[in-house]
């Protein structure tokens, strides 16, 4: 079964780091394009950041220089290590994976697969 | 940065209504729109994408349409599943820099 799940959320104070965690089953990381979204205590979805399969990643400028997406491919995870913590940063979490369709040079991209989603709440 | 505007922000429908929501880019994105639909403590689930392919295992009664910047997507027969956040995503750049709409609450009247 293709699935993903996140790990890592907590409290933490303002200030603070954390990492999250994505673990897929069903399909290699490596070969996939995973994003982080976050959504606020009752607000939409906010894209946060991706890494592709050739490694690159790129980040919303809300999170540029604080963030870092990465990942491990002998243990199938990404991960978002979240430095600088600010209130407006307490969210739950998700990883999403990319699904394509179509044909180069029109491709159609898409989140196929989302995990369950880690909370983190930044508050002294 | 494209804009995705989503209307209305909420709506309250009976079971067996027909209901469309709107979705408007700030430039022009071709098809390059998704559709996912979201209940409360659950991660969103794709509906549409290329703004009217019916994702695997979606029911028929939703279909989406649009190109350009104004997109909807149509719930042809609301059932009591169906009343939930539904958002748009644009997925125009390659490799795709996503942005969501603000989304838009399904209520059951």
């Known amino acids: 079964e293709v699935q993903l799940v996140e790990s890592g959320g907590g409290l933490v104070q303002p200030g603070g780091s954390l990492r999250l965690s994505c673990t897929a089953s069903?399909?290699?990381?490596?070969?996939?394009?995973i994003n982080w979204v976050r959504q606020a205590p009752g607000k939409g979805l906010e894209w946060v950041s991706v890494i592709y399969s050739g490694g690159t990643t790129d980040s919303a400028d809300s999170v540029k220089g604080r963030f870092t997406i990465s990942r491990d491919n002998s243990k199938n995870t990404v991960y978002l290590q979240m430095n600088s913590l600010r209130a407006d940063d307490t969210a739950v979490y998700y990883c999403?994976?990319?699904?394509?369709?179509?044909?180069?040079?029109?491709?159609?991209?898409?989140?196929?697969?989302w995990g369950k989603g880690t909370t983190v709440t930044v508050s002294s | 940065d494209i804009q995705m505007t989503q209307s209305p922000s909420s709506l309250s429908a009976f079971v067996g209504d027909r209901v469309t929501i709107t979705c408007r880019a700030s430039?022009?994105?071709?098809?390059?729109l998704n559709w996912y639909q979201q209940k409360p403590g659950k991660a969103p689930k794709l509906l549409i994408y290329?703004?009217?392919t019916l994702q695997t295992g979606v029911p028929s009664r939703f279909s989406g349409s649009g190109s350009g910047t104004d997109f909807t997507l149509t719930i042809s027969s609301l059932q009591p599943e169906d009343f939930a956040t539904y958002y748009c995503q644009q997925s125009y750049s390659t490799p795709p820099l996503y942005t969501f709409g603000q989304g838009t609450k399904l209520e059951i009247k």
């Open positions: 430039q022009n994105i071709s098809n390059y």
């Open positions: 999403a994976r990319d699904g394509r369709s179509g044909y180069v040079p029109y491709y159609y991209y898409y989140m196929d697969v």
């Open positions: 069903g399909f290699t990381v490596s070969n996939s394009y």
């Open positions: 290329a703004a009217s």
